[in-house]
T-cell receptor, first 113, second 117 residues
């Protein structure tokens, strides 16, 4: 069973601070996706990274896929209260006949004024 | 362009009962996956349907079954409900099956909150 560990589990910071969330696995994934989930809603896809070493930026969010495609990080610059939510990384596995996502344990972020 | 829709939004059942949850995929998508998300945890893969067949299954008992219709919509059925089945059930849709060297992005619906008493 492939597992994805996220750290930290919880993070409470003030508006304007920077933060990094880590997603680590002992297994290789064909892709790595990051989602944000609000209470009572489904996860919303933020980004997909595919190539080892790939870096993608989405406004104040920077996503990186490790060279070995086993780990990833999400960096948020100048956090805002609207960034509050549960951040989930998910590794994509494709067998040719099916595909599935293995989700990480999640990082709950709270940004206060 | 409608996204993934799920019904009902909330459901309360008692132990031993059976439940059916429904999902309509995003327009243009033909693959539906179901996930179970317990409180405070990440979603866990239940199974995936493509071309009306179950293509892959996660570590869930046979009490969990599904179906995909010709219009790509899907149902998740759970029999003999247990207290531990209480969770948010998420449906995700995507386009076709990706080969081993590619990827497919999955888009999630809002989920159905199931409470088993």
């Amino acid at each position: 069973t492939q597992l994805l560990e996220q750290s930290p589990q919880f993070l409470s910071i003030q508006e304007g601070e920077n933060l990094t969330v880590y997603c680590n696995s002992s297994s290789v994934f064909s892709s790595l996706q990051w989602y944000r989930q609000e209470p009572g809603e489904g996860p919303v896809l933020l980004v997909t990274v595919v190539t080892g070493g790939e870096v993608k930026k989405l406004k104040r969010l920077t996503f990186q896929f490790g060279d070995a495609r086993k780990d990833s990080s999400l960096h948020i610059t100048a956090a805002q209260p609207g960034d509050t939510g549960l951040y989930l990384c998910a590794g994509g596995e494709n067998t040719g006949t099916a595909s599935k996502l293995t989700f990480g344990t999640g990082t709950r972020l709270q940004v206060t004024l | 362009d409608a996204g993934v829709t799920q019904s009902p939004t909330h459901l309360i059942k008692t132990r031993g009962q059976q439940v059916t949850l429904r999902c309509s995929p995003k327009s243009g998508h033909d693959t539906v996956s179901w996930y179970q998300q317990a409180l405070g945890q990440g979603p866990q893969f239940i199974f995936q349907y493509y071309e009306e067949e179950e293509r892959q299954r996660g570590n869930f008992p046979d009490r969990f079954s599904g179906h995909q219709f010709p219009n790509y919509s899907s149902e998740l059925n759970v029999n003999a409900l247990l207290l531990g089945d209480s969770a948010l059930y998420l449906c995700a849709s995507s386009t076709g099956l990706a080969g081993s060297d590619s990827y497919n992005e999955q888009f999630f619906g809002p989920g159905t909150r199931l409470t088993v008493l």
